[in-house]
């Protein structure tokens, strides 16, 4: 496997040259596996995070909608009793 253009005066040389190259691309291998470990790390706590976020919304959502409710109950129970035949 020769690289194009590339000549080498000896055969250490050219196996300096190859092993030098493979532990340049091992070490850019091994800093994106880190780097790989440390986004899936904050993108497991960005998605807690976001858990816990909608889990507040939707409990208040619920509160809302029983709040609703029960307002909406209590002005029937206003309008009934307000509007006894006879008075205005």
């Given at each position: 496997?020769?690289?194009?253009?590339?000549?080498?005066?000896?055969?250490?040389?050219?196996?300096?040259y190859?092993?030098?190259?493979?532990?340049?691309?091992?070490?850019?291998?091994?800093?994106?596996?880190?780097?790989?470990?440390?986004?899936?790390?904050?993108s497991?706590?960005?998605?807690?995070?976001?858990?816990?976020q909608?889990?507040?919304?939707?409990t208040?959502?619920?509160?809302?909608?029983?709040?609703?409710n029960?307002?909406?109950?209590?002005?029937?129970?206003?309008?009934?009793?307000?509007?006894?035949?006879?008075?205005?």
């Amino acid at each position: 496997m020769e690289d194009s253009g590339k000549t080498f005066e000896s055969e250490e040389e050219e196996t300096n040259y190859w092993r030098d190259l493979a532990m340049t691309y091992k070490q850019r291998a091994e800093n994106t596996q880190e780097e790989l470990r440390e986004f899936q790390e904050g993108s497991r706590e960005y998605e807690a995070e976001l858990e816990a976020q909608l889990q507040q919304i939707e409990t208040r959502n619920r509160d809302l909608l029983s709040e609703n409710n029960r307002l909406r109950m209590e002005l029937e129970s206003v309008k009934s009793h307000n509007h006894v035949p006879g008075r205005l």
